[in-house]
């Protein structure tokens, strides 16, 4: 399966569930195929990647894992659209943590209105001109032309996860449909986007609807894929979600390097917590990405120590932008 995926071919299902219900006994084995893979593709080379959480809370989605929707009672910040000056102060800070990509993120399901969009128009092209960072965006279900409109103001990639398996997504979100989060990455390609999108693991799907977003991700032709792994909020519907042990995590991370070889493979969301001392292990999985510093409603260990860890593992962190 290595040679498959090293060039001549592509991983059908029954190979992908060999893989990623491999005993834990072969995890040696697994990660030392899935490490060479990763550095064919991607060499030494790490990127990091930071978050702005730019307009928190209040939102009318029912996402079963958000701790920002309305559905849901929990006490994080409720805050509106911050203004360019701190989308700026928090790209400086990204910059000092190593990071070479910037998001900015915002709660809900797209976009309110025009002046919402200019203004994050603004905020772009003024990071542009400002901090040396690669500019990417998630803002929910956009059309083609806001995501123009987006692109002409300096955005780089746009970020949409379709969060888990289309046949599993009706236990996650019944407010908006599959097809709303497909066609937002398609419309991203087309604007000329790069494109980033994963999903979360650990929220009740099967092995094999982690299969099937893998394909559906490798069909989207994605650049970036982030893999998040549920780390439960308290009042959230998913809060007493048991967690995935650590080796099942390292085994998906695997088994997606083989699937989607050649692309970025990124960890993001419940690293620490579901991983705890085997987070050095997601690169020889195949990861060559990793989000740094907090996530949007739960907090990350110190940039220092991930730092650290990939020296110490004698791998690269990319400097420029993309
Ligand atoms: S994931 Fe996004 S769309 Fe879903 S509830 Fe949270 S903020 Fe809203």
Do not use: W
Not at 23 to 35: E, H, M, R, T, V
Not at 197 to 215: D, P, Y
Request: proline fraction near 3%; charge should be negative; glycine fraction near 8%.
């Amino acid at each position: 399966m290595e040679e498959k995926s090293c060039g001549s071919g592509y991983i059908d299902f029954d190979e992908a569930y060999r893989l990623i219900t491999i005993d834990n006994s072969y995890i040696f084995d697994l990660i030392a195929s899935s490490d060479r893979i990763r550095n064919r593709f991607k060499g030494k080379s790490v990127s990091l990647c930071a978050i702005i959480n730019a307009k928190s809370g209040g939102c009318p989605e029912d996402c079963a894992f958000c701790s920002q929707s309305l559905h849901h009672k929990t006490d994080i910040p409720e805050y509106p659209l911050i203004v360019a000056d701190q989308i700026i102060d928090h790209a400086r800070d990204a910059v000092t943590m190593g990071a070479h990509k910037i998001g900015i993120v915002t709660s809900g399901k797209g976009i309110n209105n025009l002046n919402e969009l200019h203004r994050i128009c603004e905020s772009i092209n003024s990071l542009k001109n400002r901090v040396p960072i690669h500019r990417c965006a998630s803002l929910g279900i956009l059309s083609k032309d806001d995501l123009l409109e987006l692109k002409g103001a300096g955005l780089q990639e746009y970020h949409h996860n379709l969060e888990t398996a289309r046949s599993f997504f009706s236990n996650v979100c019944t407010t908006h449909s599959y097809d709303e989060d497909v066609d937002t990455i398609q419309s991203a390609k087309a604007a000329g986007l790069r494109t980033c999108c994963g999903g979360i693991f650990g929220m009740g799907e099967t092995v094999e609807q982690r299969i099937e977003l893998a394909f559906t991700l490798r069909e989207l032709e994605v650049d970036s894929i982030p893999l998040n792994f549920l780390h439960p909020v308290k009042g959230t519907r998913l809060e007493y979600t048991p967690p995935l042990m650590p080796l099942e995590i390292i085994k998906i991370i695997a088994f997606y390097r083989f699937v989607l070889p050649d692309k970025d493979i990124k960890i993001a969301g419940g690293r620490e917590y579901n991983l705890r001392d085997l987070q050095s292990l997601i690169f020889a999985a195949g990861a060559n990405s990793v989000m740094v510093g907090n996530y949007l409603t739960t907090r990350g260990r110190s940039y220092e120590e991930d730092l650290q860890m990939i020296k110490d593992l004698g791998l690269e962190i990319v400097s420029d932008s993309l």
